[in-house]
C-alpha cells in the first residue's frame, strides 16, 4: 500500500535526504519519496504503519518535522492493518467458536449447553495452536523463550510446551478426569500470561509464538486476552466440578 503524508519542518535538501533515511529504516517500509516543496512524504509499506511510529521515526513528537495523514482515513488504515495483522488467529478463532456452538446445540430440544461448549472449544484451540506449533517446533521454541518467564530460566520448556498442549487438547477431546485436566491448564495459561503482560505492558516488539513459527504476529493485547480467555474458561469449569 502506498499513501502520502503531509510533513512539514523540512528546510533543505538535507532535511530530505535524513527524513527519507530514518523513514526507510522501519520495518515494512519498501519505498519513500520526500518532497520540501510540496510539505509532503509518500511511503509505501508492506503494511500500514501508525502516523505515531512514524513521528517517532523522524524524530518524536518534539521534533520539528511533523507528520499528518493527507489523503486516506488514519483510523480506518489502522483498523484494516489490525484485523490483517491478526486475520489467521481471528479465522481460527472463529471455526473454533462455530464448531463448538453448533456441536453444542441440542437441535431437538434447542437448548445449549456452556459447559459442554467450553469443553469442545478448548479441545479444539489446543489441538490447532500446537498443530502450529508443531509445524516448526525449533522455531517456536526460540520465540518462546524470549517472553515466556518458565522458557527462559529452563528452555526445555518451549518444547515441552507444545506437547502439554496437545496433551491437554487429547485430554478435553476425550473428557479425561476434567478436574486434572482443567487444574493443568489453569496452572499453564496461568504461568503463561504472566510473561505475555510483561512483554505487552513493556511495549517490547517481539513475535508472539501462539501459533508457533508460521505467521509473524506480534506480540499485543489480542495474546493476553487469547490467555486470559483459557484461564477463564479453566477456572469456571473447575468451580462447576465442585461439590
Same mark, same amino acid.
Given at each position: 500500500?502506498?499513501?502520502?503524508?503531509? %510533513?512539514? =519542518?523540512?528546510?533543505?535538501?538535507?532535511?530530505?535526504?535524513?527524513?527519507?533515511?530514518?523513514? %526507510? !529504516?522501519?520495518?515494512?517500509?519498501?519505498?519513500? @519519496?520526500?518532497?520540501? #516543496?510540496?510539505n509532503t512524504a509518500t511511503i509505501t509499506m508492506d503494511k500500514h504503519i501508525s502516523i505515531t511510529s512514524l513521528q517517532d521515526a523522524i524524530g518524536g513528537i518534539s521534533s520539528k518535522y511533523q507528520?499528518?495523514?493527507?489523503?486516506?482515513?488514519?483510523?480506518? @488504515?489502522?483498523? &484494516?492493518?489490525?484485523?490483517?495483522?491478526?486475520?489467521?488467529?481471528? %479465522?481460527?478463532? /472463529?471455526?473454533? *467458536?462455530?464448531?463448538?456452538?453448533?456441536?453444542?446445540?441440542?437441535?431437538?430440544?434447542?437448548?445449549?449447553?456452556?459447559?459442554?461448549?467450553?469443553?469442545?472449544?478448548? #479441545?479444539?484451540?489446543?489441538?490447532?495452536?500446537?498443530?502450529?506449533?508443531?509445524?516448526?517446533? &525449533? =522455531? /517456536?521454541?526460540?520465540?518462546?523463550?524470549?517472553?515466556?518467564?518458565?522458557? &527462559?530460566?529452563?528452555?526445555?520448556? +518451549?518444547?515441552?510446551? +507444545?506437547?502439554? @498442549?496437545?496433551?491437554? $487438547?487429547? #485430554?478435553?477431546?476425550?473428557?479425561?478426569?476434567?478436574?486434572? *485436566?482443567?487444574?493443568?491448564?489453569?496452572?499453564?495459561?496461568?504461568?503463561?500470561?504472566? =510473561?505475555?503482560?510483561?512483554?505487552?505492558?513493556? &511495549?517490547?516488539?517481539?513475535?508472539? +509464538?501462539?501459533? $508457533?513459527?508460521?505467521?509473524?504476529?506480534?506480540?499485543?493485547?489480542? *495474546?493476553?486476552? @487469547?490467555?486470559?480467555? !483459557?484461564? #477463564? !474458561?479453566? +477456572?469456571?469449569?473447575?468451580?462447576?466440578?465442585?461439590?
Amino acid at each position: 500500500m502506498t499513501h502520502t503524508y503531509q %510533513l512539514t =519542518g523540512m528546510t533543505c535538501t538535507s532535511c530530505e535526504a535524513k527524513v527519507k533515511s530514518n523513514l %526507510l !529504516m522501519l520495518p515494512n517500509v519498501t519505498a519513500v @519519496e520526500v518532497s520540501k #516543496a510540496d510539505n509532503t512524504a509518500t511511503i509505501t509499506m508492506d503494511k500500514h504503519i501508525s502516523i505515531t511510529s512514524l513521528q517517532d521515526a523522524i524524530g518524536g513528537i518534539s521534533s520539528k518535522y511533523q507528520i499528518a495523514a493527507l489523503h486516506h482515513n488514519e483510523v480506518s @488504515e489502522q483498523a &484494516k492493518g489490525w484485523i490483517e495483522t491478526y486475520k489467521p488467529i481471528l %479465522l481460527i478463532f /472463529f471455526y473454533i *467458536t462455530l464448531v463448538a456452538a453448533i456441536i453444542s446445540f441440542n437441535i431437538h430440544n434447542s437448548a445449549f449447553n456452556i459447559h459442554h461448549f467450553m469443553n469442545v472449544f478448548m #479441545a479444539g484451540f489446543f489441538l490447532v495452536f500446537s498443530f502450529f506449533k508443531m509445524l516448526n517446533l &525449533k =522455531g /517456536f521454541a526460540e520465540s518462546y523463550v524470549m517472553y515466556d518467564v518458565v522458557a &527462559k530460566a529452563i528452555p526445555a520448556w +518451549a518444547y515441552l510446551y +507444545a506437547f502439554i @498442549e496437545l496433551g491437554l $487438547g487429547i #485430554a478435553y477431546t476425550i473428557n479425561f478426569n476434567p478436574f486434572i *485436566t482443567n487444574i493443568i491448564t489453569l496452572v499453564v495459561m496461568s504461568v503463561s500470561i504472566v =510473561g505475555v503482560l510483561k512483554s505487552v505492558l513493556n &511495549k517490547q516488539k517481539i513475535q508472539c +509464538a501462539c501459533l $508457533g513459527a508460521v505467521f509473524n504476529l506480534p506480540m499485543s493485547t489480542v *495474546t493476553i486476552i @487469547e490467555d486470559a480467555l !483459557m484461564i #477463564a !474458561m479453566s +477456572a469456571t469449569m473447575l468451580i462447576t466440578l465442585i461439590p
